[in-house]
């Protein structure tokens, strides 16, 4: 299995901040990578997919890049209604593996 | 608006069979587009895929559950199903149902997910 491990596990920002999240792949994944954002009691929400492409609705502040092993997930200028965990997903090999999840609060 | 919902027991006892299903309005599960699936995330921590269909019965599942797992579909009734069995507390989780579009493997629309509890 592709094992995906993120950084920092939690992190805590100001309003208007930079974020960003790393996913890194136990082996190469291509550009094969979705984010997601998880509210508490809540499924959690698509992001981005293939790396970079911002789902349908999605705030612009949101990003992603990177390819092979090494992703990031940005927010350009945090807001206090992206408190949430983010989770990375590997979409290029069966099993299709979630990273460990980033919680990201206000400070 | 495409939607999922999730029903079926919220407690399973030990060794038995766990039966969910999910129910898909706003889409159809015959569309040629889409994968569906199920994901799954115990209290407290991540998620874990655990298999889908497509609407020909075509199936892949987690080789860490295979064994276990059976995912089926219901044209008729659009739906689709998930049955695990031999369950034990580590199958405590909120079990999601999810769509696959192109069976490109990421999750573009996410049921509310149901709770599941073994024990006896």
């Known amino acids: 299995d592709i094992q995906m491990t993120q950084s920092p596990s939690t992190l805590s920002a100001s309003v208007g901040d930079r974020v960003t999240i790393t996913c890194r792949a136990s082996?190469?994944?291509?550009?094969?990578l979705a984010w997601y954002q998880q509210k508490p009691g809540k499924a959690p929400k698509l992001l981005i997919y293939e790396a970079s492409s911002l789902e349908s609705g999605v705030p612009s502040r949101f990003s992603g890049s990177g390819s092979g092993t090494e992703f990031t997930l940005i927010i350009s200028s945090l807001q206090p209604d992206d408190v949430a965990t983010y989770y990375c997903?590997?979409?290029?090999?069966?099993?299709?593996?979630f990273g460990q999840g980033t919680k990201v609060e206000i400070k | 608006q495409v939607q999922l919902q999730e029903s079926g027991p919220g407690l399973v006892k030990p060794s038995e069979t766990l039966s969910l299903t999910c129910t898909v309005s706003g889409d159809s599960v015959t569309t040629i587009s889409y994968y569906w699936s199920w994901i799954r995330q115990p209290p407290g921590t991540g998620l874990e895929w655990i298999g889908y269909i497509y609407y020909t019965g075509s199936t892949n599942y987690n080789p860490s559950l295979k064994s276990r797992v059976t995912i089926s579909v219901d044209t008729s009734k659009n739906q689709f199903s998930l049955k695990l069995s031999s369950v034990t507390a580590a199958d405590t989780a909120l079990y999601y149902c999810?769509?696959?579009?192109?069976?490109?493997?990421?999750?573009?629309?996410w049921g509310q997910g149901t709770l599941v509890t073994v024990s006896s």
């Open positions: 082996q190469s994944i291509s550009s094969w």
């Open positions: 999810a769509r696959v579009p192109g069976g490109y493997g990421y999750f573009d629309y």
């Open positions: 997903q590997q979409h290029n090999s069966y099993p299709w593996t």
